[in-house]
């Protein structure tokens, strides 16, 4: 099934070298996370066997939040400091859709 139109999309790096060649980014701790700027958002990828999938930011507060097999501590200050925005700045930009081309 194709995907519908104005549908919001996710990235998909194949390889490190892919995901990071325009901007730096930044591993949380020693966790397959990564934050990221896509499209001038916030960005939060998850690194499975070097394809580096964009996940939607729910997904990624809930396992921030909850996560007993990652270590996620202190994330929200690696991602304020990363982002150069505050958590509340981060959610709100995160909720909004992007435009649809």
């Known amino acids: ?32 996370w990564y934050l990221k700027f896509e499209n001038n958002r916030p960005g939060f990828f998850l690194n499975a066997e070097k394809i580096y999938k964009q996940m939607p930011p729910k997904c990624f507060f809930a396992t921030a939040e909850k996560s007993t097999t990652f270590n996620m501590k202190g994330y929200q200050i690696q991602c304020e400091q990363y982002f150069n925005l505050t958590m509340e700045e981060i959610k709100c930009l995160t909720d909004k859709k992007p435009k649809a081309n």
């Open 1 to 32: 099934m194709s995907r519908k139109f104005g549908d919001a999309s996710f990235k998909n790096y194949v390889g490190y070298q892919a995901f990071s060649s325009d901007m730096p980014v930044h591993r949380i701790n020693d966790t397959n």
